[in-house]
């Protein structure tokens, strides 16, 4: 009887601790954690886990704990697929991410199809949304948004320049360049270069003595903060005195490590600077003395996740369809402001602003918002 007494006691504790596991709340951060854009994909990453341990604090979501699981996919869209695959294959039921929009629509299909929502803090093409699937989200801007500040401020402000208009051929970087393309022409300003370039290339010499031959003194450019680094850089290097205006896609204060001195003065678009809001001193603190700077999309994954904890307890429910429902209809307290969402998923928040890249009081290049 003590035999089967003690038997009976470590099954009940088997069953508890299972049932405890079994409780945690699987939420996945995918995005590029190795490769050349990992610098964002740390932002994510770190982001959503400072939600997770701040959420876990005060109860978790609706009583459960989050449990954060991780997904490399070095910004290809192929390895996007296979992200999602083992997303799916681990119980995923939350997605924050991914970081490209590359990535992001195709691997929003997978999620869609196994009732996964997805939230991205960065993937700013407008067809993420546009497809009327059920599931997807974002805590960003759009590239029709973003295009159209960027498209007037340059008919504002170099309506008698030359402009070449340069883009990565990527669904983010040439979809960025075609929208403000599309608003400067709207404006009246027409562009006097327009080329695409890969993902990639590091010498960009042909492409620097075209525009010199051109007179181009401002190159927008659509794509990310790898190869505008190396444009700023070979452009100073080799005589073109351009100033450089892109979008989201550079603020990485890696841009500076790539270009040198010669990033000073270029500009770009982003959301309004949330580590700025004062409610959000402490939050910058407690990133800061952990080691990292929650700089450009670190407190958009911190807010996706603060969503998607706000949501399911409006819901009272963890299933992905109920907190869908839930997000479309409420407004949730995140690190980027009171947050709800359209019909699309898209969000209602403050439009872009300019950034200036110049040196910060420590002597660092680094993006300013304009006016601050």
């Known amino acids: 009887m003590k035999k089967s007494l003690l038997s009976a006691v470590a099954l009940t504790a088997m069953v508890a601790f299972s049932g405890s596991a079994w409780a945690d709340i699987v939420i996945a951060v995918g995005g590029p ?25 005060a109860g978790g979501i609706n009583g459960e704990q989050i449990k954060i699981v991780l997904g490399d996919d070095v910004s290809d869209p192929k390895q996007g697929i296979s992200v999602a695959n083992k997303f799916v294959a681990d119980g995923v039921k939350f997605v924050i991410g991914h970081f490209n929009s590359g990535v992001s629509i ?60 340069i883009h990565d051929k990527t669904p983010y970087g040439q979809g960025l360049a075609d929208e403000t393309k599309k608003a400067a022409n709207a404006a009246g300003l027409t562009e006097a270069m327009y080329e695409g370039v890969n993902v990639g290339d590091k010498d960009f010499s042909a492409l620097i003595s075209k525009m010199k031959e051109a007179g181009v003194s401002v190159i927008y450019w659509g794509g990310l903060h790898t190869e505008a680094g190396l444009i700023i850089r070979q452009a100073a290097d080799q005589g073109l005195k351009a100033k450089l205006i892109s979008g989201d896609g550079i603020v990485s204060n890696e841009l500076a490590s790539i270009a040198g001195d010669a990033v000073e003065g270029t500009l770009n678009t982003f959301g309004p600077d949330p580590t700025l809001r004062p409610e959000n001193k402490e939050l910058v603190e407690k990133f800061k003395a952990a080691g990292f700077n929650p700089e450009a999309y670190t407190l958009y994954s911190y807010a996706a996740l603060q969503a998607i904890a706000g949501a399911a307890k409006a819901a009272a429910s963890l299933e992905p369809e109920k907190v869908a429902e839930a997000l479309k209809k409420g407004t949730f307290p995140t690190a980027l402001g009171d947050i709800s969402f359209d019909e699309k998923g898209d969000p209602k928040l403050p439009g872009y602003v300019m950034y200036e890249w110049k040196k910060g009081p420590d002597g660092k290049y680094s993006y300013f918002q304009q006016g601050t």
Request: aromatic residues 8%; contains cysteine; glycine residues 10%.
């Open 106 to 165: 195709p691997a929003s299909e997978v999620y869609a199809e196994n009732g996964i929502l997805e939230i991205t803090p960065a993937a700013t093409n407008p067809v993420f949304t546009e497809r009327g699937l059920w599931n997807t989200f974002r805590t960003c801007g759009r590239d029709d948004q973003q295009g159209g500040i960027a498209g007037k401020y340059l008919a504002d402000h170099y309506k008698d320049a030359k402009i070449a208009v």
């Open 33 to 57: 954690l190795t490769g050349p854009n990992a610098a964002f994909g740390a932002q994510l990453q770190k982001g959503a886990e400072q939600a997770a341990k701040d959420i876990n604090a």
